[in-house]
């Protein structure tokens, strides 16, 4: 049986020029810091990789701090405030959430969208906002929240980990102080991430010592890792077209659902969405029976995010849109790539529509 | 680049090639292997969970740890962050001194001045000529105001290794924490938290033939130790360390860390040797050599020496078929001179002029001669001029 991998959002199949690339960057021995030729190798290669990190969402090289992943680029962003004056929504991942104390937290609408009028008269310190939800793959508002923030003089930061690759992302026009990245959900590797910062940036690192990334972020530099980011980034870069086909591949498959049950909600299918992601509710079924049967059939889902899917609690973006129990935790999220194909979607499909069709017979039987 | 061209890498503080058996136990998890060790809902997920969990268990096995006392981080800075501040902050309701070394890595010294900046006392204990700290010193810097106590096995400029047992002893003694960073130590000898009563230790598998950007720090349960995480989200590692864990590296650092403990004896003699002949035959020809560090309490694969009458930088210019170094990599692209020189008691002028070597796995008693060669008459060239300027003057 081969397996039917719908869950991008989760993390993205790593592309083969990546693999070579980090291969390669394995291969070289040298530490970025060094100053002898090996040393200088790889330091070349560090920078040939943030350039291409930069160039994938309009930044400048100089601009781009690379970090061990996305949840220390939002833990480097949100840490520099006291913990207690940030404001956020509600719909942002846990690695921007936890950070914070008690925090203000603005209301997003049904639609999934943050509402503009519940940002509060008295702002200080920071606003984050995600430029895309990982969950409904929702887009906010993030550059006219941007000009807001910028004309009451407070900081922005916007969590574009799910945005970047899959929407276009121009750094520059969004107009945000800081904003973070992630390699492996673009098909780069685990373990690297960026946070992109504005030249007046001054901020106080999270991990001290050897004084690399300009002092802002110590450590030895992930050659491989950075390396094998650079690359995903150029590819998603060149492969941007293909987003239209996973867009098409996406309505194909939310059509298809509403055929087998028109009584299933699509979460956030009013917003203006990411092209690839979707989070349905198939009534009175759980997600977690409906992700373990997909998983039989050999279609790779989730319930919610990666990270919390090990914990069965209800979503806490589905909950800030307004929905009730019962349908949120009936919500599954299928999110598609840039190796998607209509067979994957079909495959889906038939694999929800038996698990459908089983949960309603007993129904039926009993009524007989 | 040309093969046989390239220079001999003698740099293995710095880094260390990544073991071709490391690479190609980390490959599938690129490939086919590519899940989210977090999505619980499928069998991609699965199997790269399945992948971390063995990792886990080889990284506690060559420290005597127990597998769920070992959190995976992107490598040493960032344990050695977490284990200082983590506890420090946890703890600063009921204490507030920590005491560590002026020779200890920059990270463990700069999470230091940031909790001085907090609020926190440290003291920071001297170390002799030997590179080694004075037992009566921290006996003494011990108060009932400790939380804890951090000190490094292995010093990654002069390799001296600290007497980890008998600092633990007291550690325990006084009910202080004691964390080490063993970022040059694992793998290079053998390192037993139970033994030697290490409390947290840091490693990272890039200085012991893994790839880069992972590590993991140790947090003993008995005594159970408490930190604050420094990044929080999604709760990974026990909530103390958030983040999409990456499998591959994962899988690289455990099979770095295996072979590592298959090899470690037998490496350790070879290079030791080959490290002894090196200095005897610099020190035999050259004169003006002065080692730094002592030589009985040192690391195998490491050397280090000033030279008299010249200066590094010059040195390494006249050495491009030798990757060494001049004090730490981390520090090198600055100009300040090593604050662990400075530390055994070097002058400016011979901090600025010596030279760390680091051998490893892959070096040979060949590449040890052919390097030894260029040494002695890059020394000379360099002295030589020197002598050539100050005449012309």
């Known amino acids: ?368 | 680049m040309d093969q046989r061209k390239k220079p001999i890498y003698l740099d293995c503080h710095a880094t260390t090639p990544v073991d071709p058996r490391v690479a190609e136990a980390m490959m599938p998890y690129f490939t086919e292997k590519f899940g989210n060790p977090h999505s619980s809902g499928h069998l991609y997920g699965w199997e790269v969970a399945e992948a971390v969990e063995i990792a886990r268990e080889q990284v506690a096995a060559l420290i005597n740890a127990e597998p769920e006392e070992i959190l995976f981080t992107s490598g040493a800075t960032e344990a050695n962050n977490i284990a200082i501040k983590g506890v420090a902050r946890f703890y600063k309701k009921h204490r507030n001194h920590l005491v560590t070394a002026v020779s200890e890595h920059m990270c463990v010294l700069d999470s230091c001045f940031q909790l001085e900046r907090e609020g926190f006392d440290v003291t920071y204990l001297r170390v002799g000529t030997d590179g080694l700290i004075d037992l009566n010193e921290l006996e003494a810097a011990v108060t009932e105001q400790t939380i804890l106590v951090s000190i490094m096995t292995v010093q990654n400029e002069i390799g001296t290794i600290q007497p980890m047992a008998e600092i633990g002893a007291i550690c325990r003694e006084r009910k202080v924490f004691l964390h080490t960073d063993a970022a040059q130590a694992v793998g290079k000898m053998p390192v037993d938290v139970k033994q030697m009563k290490i409390d947290l230790l840091s490693l990272t598998a890039h200085k012991i033939f893994g790839p880069m950007g992972i590590g993991a720090l140790y947090v003993g349960k008995k005594p159970r130790v408490r930190l604050e995480p420094i990044f929080s989200g999604g709760g990974q590692e026990q909530g103390l360390r958030s983040g999409t864990l990456a499998p591959a590296l994962c899988v690289g650092l455990g099979e770095a860390l295996k072979l590592a403990g298959e090899d470690m004896i037998e490496d350790a003699a070879r290079l030791r040797t080959l490290r002894d002949k090196m200095w005897q035959r610099l020190n035999g020809t050259v004169p003006g050599l002065v080692l730094n560090g002592s030589m009985t309490d040192r690391v195998a694969v490491n050397l280090n020496f000033s030279v008299v009458g010249a200066d590094a930088e010059s040195l390494m210019a006249a050495l491009p078929g030798l990757a060494v170094s001049s004090g730490s990599a981390c520090s090198s692209a600055s100009e300040e001179s090593s604050h662990v020189l400075k530390a055994i008691g070097l002058s400016s002028s011979l901090a600025e002029a010596s030279l760390r070597i680091g051998l490893g796995r892959f070096t040979t008693a060949d590449e040890v001669e052919m390097a030894t060669d260029q040494l002695i008459s890059a020394i000379k060239t360099v002295r030589g001029g020197r002598r050539e300027i100050a005449a012309a003057e």
Request: hydrophobic share 40%; proline share 3%; net charge neutral.
């Open chain 1, 1 to 368: 049986m081969t397996n039917t991998y719908l869950d991008y959002n989760a993390t993205a199949p790593v592309w083969r020029e990546v693999v070579e690339a980090v291969s390669r960057g394995l291969a070289a021995s040298g530490n970025a810091s060094s100053v002898h030729s090996a040393g200088r190798a790889a330091r070349h290669m560090v920078e040939e990789a943030r350039e291409k990190v930069a160039a994938l969402v309009n930044a400048k090289p100089g601009q781009v701090i690379f970090t061990g992943g996305g949840t220390e680029a939002n833990n480097l962003a949100m840490r520099q405030v006291d913990l207690g004056g940030a404001t956020v929504s509600p719909i942002e991942h846990d690695s921007v959430l936890k950070p914070l104390g008690q925090g203000a937290r603005l209301r997003v609408r049904s639609d999934g969208v943050v509402d503009l009028k519940s940002i509060p008269e008295q702002l200080d310190g920071l606003v984050s906002v995600m430029l895309a939800n990982n969950e409904t793959g929702v887009v906010q508002p993030v550059k006219k929240l941007a000009e807001l923030c910028r004309k009451r003089g407070v900081a922005f930061h916007t969590d574009a980990i799910q945005a970047v690759g899959k929407i276009s992302v121009d750094w520059r026009d969004l107009g945000v102080q800081m904003m973070s990245i992630s390699a492996h959900k673009l098909g780069g590797p685990q373990g690297v991430g960026a946070l992109i910062v504005d030249d007046t940036w001054n901020g106080r690192p999270l991990l001290e010592g050897g004084g690399q990334e300009r002092g802002r972020r110590a450590g030895t530099e992930n050659i491989a890792g950075i390396v094998g980011f650079g690359v995903a980034a150029e590819l998603v870069q060149k492969n941007f077209d293909a987003m239209a086909d996973v867009r098409a591949l996406r309505d194909m498959l939310e059509h298809g659902l509403r055929a087998i049950d028109p009584t299933v909600i699509i979460h956030g299918g009013k917003a203006e969405r990411l092209p690839n992601t979707v989070c349905a509710s198939m009534p009175g079924v759980d997600a977690e029976t409906q992700v373990l049967s997909l998983d039989l059939a050999g279609v790779m889902i989730s319930a919610g995010s990666a990270c919390s899917s090990g914990k069965v609690t209800t979503s806490h973006v589905l909950k800030a849109m307004g929905l009730d129990e019962a349908s949120a935790s009936s919500a599954i999220r299928i999110s598609l790539g840039w190796h998607s194909t209509s067979d994957d979607v079909e495959k889906c499909l038939t694999a929800w529509r038996d698990l459908y069709t089983r949960t309603r017979r007993p129904q039926a039987t009993a009524a007989e």
